[in-house]
């Protein structure tokens, strides 16, 4: 039989190399993104029509490329980056494959035009399915300018299934994401359609997460910082408030390259422990620095996987460096409970877990384990307050009572006397005194989480009882709140409330939440509510989640209110039934707890 083999032609093996790294438009400014990094540029202009489908143009003010190279960079495995097969090991480049310009001037028209320091002319280059189709010399600035036009011109399956523009012009924006937050020390700017999208100046990491996310982040990050024997840790995490009810701002990135791993992902998640709820994901923007040798990015071609050595050290790192910012910032609030309980030996201060760089590790999982067992202990003895309260008269000798950290106190001798009773302080906090000491309440936090989970409950299906009014109120609402209202109808009348809509931009109000403490008028209630609503829409968090956190923070009682008796005690009994009752919704402390024995050191 004769022989049947036969190599494949250059272009149409890069067509075929390019179906693995080329997907989508975003996949070309990604590798074309990179090739500018790595020729050390400092500003980039990347420039895109019709979500990369009509043109994706990237000009840097890197290197640029002598005439020579600029023919030899879209031959296949053509790379100035490594040189032997050693270098694998130690790669500092985003590129080392030599195949995204091979690929692309496979599948697209290709413009390059790019000049040397040393040259004084500048070489273009045009290419069209693999082929040099032009060549000539002009004037141009020194760098590197890639046009690509028409991509997937011969590759009609692709073109066909690509996505609509909104949804590939996102995963642009995903990749342009990427690489601004690896590289806050270059100025980048994106076009589309002519818009300016973003223009970033040079800056440090933080001026580079706001300029991207939004000023409203400003005051919600976090600093995370550990240096351990191989890996340096640094960036920022979101303050519990912003979490999420999606996976949105997560970001990963190793030796300035974003990698996904849902085994890194999980170790931050893991450090936020009991503080998010199990639908939320915190934001982070998480930097590991580690020797080159110690990883293989060489798994995927697009090189967004990557293998670590050591990859439980590193999870276990990671955990403890954020557990340590987040601890930072909040005395988790296990600490406070700690203190006034008889569980055994004192919790470390967060500050000293990882002080002592190479023993981080080891500190910071005993230290979290404790620390978590003990907030589930803390979690089972909310239920026996009251509980215990009514069933059970104690005194300090007996060692059962003594384990519940906040008993309250029910001595029989003092049942006529106030002492039990809370007691307000500067109309902003409630004093209790419980077994152990006493527990103080900021008010307003506590009434928000009470309002939260509330909430929650009441949209999910046990709507709470209306308060008919004697004469409805009118709501008059601008364009923009009438729509959100609208929208929120039902999930807003589920809270207690009855609206009807009337006319365009016209509701009318027929009752309000049963037992609601009315400090404002119900509609301006209402106006607020939708207010705050609109405000945190940028923060994505979901509709029940947002409509939870506005309602919290409108109609919560504020610092500064009187409270009767009655009131504080319902708002005490009403804390200690939720789920959650240490912290609010945005992630302030509720309450601290006092202990005597701590008292009578003091004095
Ligand atoms: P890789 O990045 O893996 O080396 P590419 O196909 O992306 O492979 O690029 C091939 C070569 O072209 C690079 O190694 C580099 O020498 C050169 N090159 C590509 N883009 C630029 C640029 N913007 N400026 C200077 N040189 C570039
Ligand atoms: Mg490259």
């Known amino acids: 039989m004769a022989d049947i083999i036969q190599l494949l032609p250059d272009h149409i093996a890069n067509q075929i190399a ?37 043109l994706i143009q990237v000009i840097d003010n890197g290197k640029g490329m002598s005439v020579t190279d600029a023919r030899m960079c879209f031959e296949r495995h053509a790379t100035s980056k490594i040189k032997s097969a050693d270098e694998l090991f130690a790669i500092k480049t985003k590129g080392f494959r030599g195949e995204a310009l091979a690929s692309i001037g496979a599948i697209a028209h290709v413009e390059l035009v790019t000049r040397t320091a040393q040259e004084e002319l500048a070489t273009r280059i045009w290419m069209e399915g693999s082929k040099i189709t032009k060549q000539e010399f002009v004037q141009a600035a020194g760098g590197t300018q890639f046009s690509i036009k028409n991509l997937f011109f011969n590759v009609p399956a692709r073109r066909k299934f690509l996505k609509s523009e909104p949804v590939e012009f996102k995963h642009i924006l995903d990749e342009f994401h990427r690489v601004a937050l690896a590289h806050p020390e270059i100025s980048l700017s994106l076009h589309h359609n002519g818009n300016e999208i973003y223009r970033l100046t040079k800056g440090n990491l933080k001026q580079r997460i706001i300029a991207i996310f939004g000023k409203n982040l400003d005051e919600k990050l976090l600093a995370v910082q550990e240096q351990v024997d191989i890996i340096h840790i640094r960036g ?17 990135f190793v030796n300035n390259r974003y990698i996904k791993s849902s ?13 998010l709820q199990p639908d939320q994901y915190p934001s982070y923007f998480i930097y590991l620095d580690i020797d080159p040798a110690q990883i ?77 067992q003990l907030e589930r202990e803390n979690l089972k003895n909310w239920e026996n307050i009251y509980s215990g309260m009514k069933t059970t ?11 519940t950290s906040l008993d309250f106190q029910e001595d029989d001798q003092h ?45 999910g299906g046990h709507p709470r009882p209306i308060q008919k009014e004697l004469f409805p109120f009118t709501l008059d609402l601008l364009p923009a709140k009438a729509d959100a209202l609208r ?9 207690g409330f009855e609206i009807e809509e009337f006319g365009q931009h016209t509701f009318i109000l027929h009752g309000t939440p049963m037992g609601l403490t009315k400090n ?4 301006q209630l209402i106006e607020n509510l939708i207010e705050q609503y609109l405000d945190q829409q940028e923060l994505q968090l979901g509709i029940d989640e947002n409509l939870a956190r506005s309602w919290a923070s409108t109609a919560c009682i504020k610092r500064g209110k009187n409270l009767s008796v009655e009131e504080m005690k319902a708002l005490i009994d009403q804390l200690f039934a939720c789920e959650t009752p240490y912290i609010s919704p945005f992630g302030k402390k509720c309450f601290l707890t006092f202990d005597m024995e701590d008292l009578k050191k003091k004095f």
């Not at 999980?266 to 503080?275: C, G, R, S, T, V």
């Not at 404002?520 to 509609?523: A, E, F, G, I, R």
């Open 18 to 54: 390019a179906g693995e790294v080329i997907q989508r438009p975003a996949s070309v400014v990604k590798e074309l993104l990179e090739n500018a990094i790595d020729a050390e540029s400092t500003e980039i202009k990347l420039i895109v029509k019709d979500a990369g489908k009509t």
């Open 296 to 372: 293989d990015i060489n798994v995927h071609p697009t090189k967004t996987e990557i293998k670590f050595e050591e990859e439980r050290l590193i999870y276990n790192y990671i955990r403890g460096a954020v557990k340590h910012a987040l601890g930072k910032y909040l005395v988790v609030p296990t600490l406070d409970f700690e203190t006034d309980t008889n569980f055994g030996a004192r919790v470390p201060q967060p500050s000293a877990i990882g002080r002592g760089s190479s023993d981080m590790p080891q500190t910071g999982t005993s230290y979290q384990s404790h620390a978590s």
């Open 393 to 403: 008269p104690t005194g300090d000798t007996q060692p059962v009572i003594k384990q």
């Open 236 to 252: 920022f995490i979101g303050k519990v408030e912003i979490a999420k009810k999606s996976p949105g701002d997560q970001y990963i």
């Open 520 to 523: 404002t008028s119900p509609v």
């Open 487 to 495: 929208s929120l109808l039902p999930k807003i009348n589920a809270l």
């Open 263 to 275: 085994y890194l992902n999980h170790a931050i998640k893991a450090a936020y422990d009991q503080l």
């Open 415 to 459: 049942r006529n006397t106030s002492s039990k009773d809370p007691y307000q302080i500067h109309q902003s906090y409630i004093m209790s005194t419980i077994l152990s000491g006493f527990i103080l309440i900021d008010q307003q936090y506590a009434h928000e989480r009470i309002l939260y989970e509330d909430t929650l409950h009441s949209i």
